[in-house]
């Protein structure tokens, strides 16, 4: 099953990404935690990534791209993936598209996590104190917001076309967002 998780920054991606793969038994991909590894080992992609990210905008597609048809065309993918934070934009969701027309598959499914935007911000605020991120500042925060409504709604509307959206309220315990996203896994 090649499925996806969508959501503002802040939404809990990650943590029900992780989740839902384990459920599933897929691989999850995170592009969040693969540069944020990039970054860390200072690699020439890390030190490129780290100036967007640092400036709350989104890593070029040519980039991201690259990596998911590395780790799509991996043995481990080949039951399926869980997708966290990648695609973005309808264009990157249209070169998934032909990766996957390429194995003779497509996105099953794309879950979608709503937050209201306040507990967006407070949630990132949070995390930056525990975990020092650089780009969980106030001013990165309402750009990455900001970058998220401008680009990454359009890719909503387009996998709805699709009929493969299921929403899931991001909001509760972890386990209770994670039975309602197996729910709308298997919806």
């Given at each position: 099953?090649?499925?996806?998780?969508?959501?503002?920054?802040g939404s809990g991606k990650g943590t029900q990404g992780?989740?839902?793969?384990?459920?599933?038994?897929?691989?999850?991909?995170?592009?969040?935690?693969?540069?944020?590894?990039?970054?860390?080992?200072?690699?020439?992609?890390?030190?490129?990534?780290?100036?967007?990210?640092?400036?709350?905008?989104?890593?070029?597609?040519?980039?991201?791209?690259?990596?998911?048809?590395?780790?799509?065309?991996?043995?481990?993918?080949?039951?399926?993936?869980?997708?966290?934070?990648?695609?973005?934009?309808?264009?990157?969701?249209?070169?998934?598209?032909?990766?996957?027309?390429?194995?003779?598959?497509?996105?099953?499914?794309?879950?979608?996590?709503?937050?209201?935007?306040?507990?967006?911000?407070?949630?990132?605020?949070?995390?930056?104190?525990?975990?020092?991120?650089?780009?969980?500042?106030?001013?990165?925060?309402?750009?990455?917001?900001?970058?998220?409504?401008?680009?990454?709604?359009?890719?909503?509307?387009?996998?709805?076309?699709?009929?493969?959206?299921?929403?899931?309220p991001g909001m509760g315990s972890v386990d209770d967002?994670?039975?309602?996203?197996?729910?709308?896994?298997?919806?």
């Amino acid at each position: 099953m090649y499925l996806m998780i969508l959501g503002a920054p802040g939404s809990g991606k990650g943590t029900q990404g992780k989740l839902l793969a384990e459920f599933l038994k897929v691989p999850e991909v995170s592009t969040g935690e693969l540069l944020r590894a990039a970054v860390k080992q200072g690699t020439a992609l890390g030190k490129e990534a780290k100036k967007n990210m640092d400036r709350g905008e989104l890593v070029p597609d040519s980039v991201i791209v690259g990596l998911i048809k590395e780790i799509l065309d991996s043995k481990e993918a080949a039951r399926g993936v869980m997708m966290d934070g990648f695609p973005r934009t309808v264009a990157q969701a249209q070169a998934v598209d032909k990766l996957l027309a390429g194995k003779k598959a497509k996105v099953d499914r794309v879950v979608l996590l709503d937050v209201a935007e306040e507990e967006l911000v407070k949630r990132l605020l949070a995390r930056a104190a525990k975990e020092g991120r650089s780009d969980d500042n106030l001013e990165s925060i309402k750009t990455r917001l900001k970058v998220y409504h401008e680009q990454t709604q359009p890719l909503i509307s387009y996998y709805e076309k699709q009929g493969v959206v299921r929403r899931v309220p991001g909001m509760g315990s972890v386990d209770d967002i994670q039975k309602r996203a197996q729910a709308a896994v298997k919806a």
